[in-house]
């Protein structure tokens, strides 16, 4: 039978309300009153249930993470996983809000389903706009950011370099001797237009080095996912005169080109011009998984990217 707090107080030699106090406020409890009460609760396997504590306290021990690409994507996984890591042993859930869309994310800021329940919002990697983050400041918890285009109403912030990290791969594809190169990313539609901060800071990085350095840059803008792969070869079979490299905005572009490249074309023997035609810039993490069936030299490493190119 499940101990009562009755019995971990009689054991401890203490009231009914120190029990309750050391588990809801432990900071109003002497030391040793507190280590002899969770020896007891210890010794008794006594649990205090999360609704009570949360009714006790004002707590829900959630903090909701808001993103707007599937939990599935390398970054979002591992920026979950990160979170995990410090909430989970502190006792915090993670409820998941995705905003695939202009109109999921105009829903949840209209109703605001975390409202009151959570005790803290992270926002991951997405345009949000002052509005919105006034929005949920009102709701008085902690707000942090994570790759957002502004700190401003947030507790705390952290980002990538985007535009810094693509100003060094493109130094690089440069300095390999890359003058035409071909880009391929997602472009936004009226469904989800100001989704992503990431990337657009990658393409003003690019066009800002590539400028500099005279290089000239060939879009692939990809509107339909479901088909990116087939834009992006076809686009390449059709560039005339042919680009020399090929940038991915990221893995989940870049993966199934290299896939299908491999499956249906001899790279680079069967491009245009007979030039090799890659140098994908994919992850670090994703790449080490396809690492032994690509027959690609990996060409530089200590960058944010790795850089594979065709020998």
Not at 53 to 79: C, E, H
Not at 222 to 248: F, G, H, K, V
Request: hydrophobic letters at 45%; a neutral charge.
């Amino acid at each position: 039978m499940k101990a009562s707090i009755q019995a971990v107080a009689a054991e401890a030699g203490v009231s009914i309300s120190t029990v309750s106090r050391t588990f809801a406020k432990p900071n109003l409890v002497l030391p040793e009153t507190r280590s002899k009460v969770m020896a007891a609760a210890e010794k008794l396997d006594y649990r205090i249930s999360r609704s009570a504590a949360a009714l006790k306290t004002g707590q829900s021990f959630r903090v909701a993470l808001l993103m707007s690409d599937p939990i599935s994507t390398w970054f979002n996984s591992n920026t979950y996983a990160g979170l995990d890591s410090v909430l989970h042993p502190a006792g915090y859930d993670i409820p998941i809000f995705e905003m695939a869309d202009a109109h999921d994310r105009h829903e949840f800021f209209a109703t605001l389903p975390v409202r009151r329940n959570v005790d803290a919002v992270i926002v991951n990697s997405f345009n949000i706009v002052p509005e919105e983050v006034e929005k949920l400041s009102n709701m008085k918890v902690p707000i942090v950011g994570i790759n957002i285009p502004s700190i401003n109403g947030f507790n705390a912030t952290v980002s990538i370099d985007d535009r810094q990290a693509m100003h060094v791969a493109v130094e690089h594809l440069f300095s390999m001797g890359h003058r035409r190169i071909a880009y391929a990313y997602e472009t936004s539609n009226d469904n989800n237009q100001n989704m992503v901060f990431s990337a657009e800071a990658r393409l003003h990085g690019l066009m800002e080095t590539a400028e500099k350095r005279k290089m000239t840059v060939e879009r692939i803008a990809i509107r339909n996912y479901e088909d990116a792969t087939n834009t992006i070869l076809n686009s390449l079979l059709t560039m005339d005169p042919a680009p020399t490299a090929l940038y991915c905005e990221s893995d989940e572009l870049a993966l199934p080109v290299i896939y299908n490249a491999m499956q249906e074309l001899v790279v680079p023997r069967s491009m245009p011009t007979a030039r090799p035609i890659f140098g994908l810039l994919c992850n670090r993490f994703a790449i080490r998984s396809f690492r032994s069936s690509l027959e690609f030299r990996i060409a530089v490493s200590g960058l944010p990217s790795l850089m594979l190119s065709k020998t």
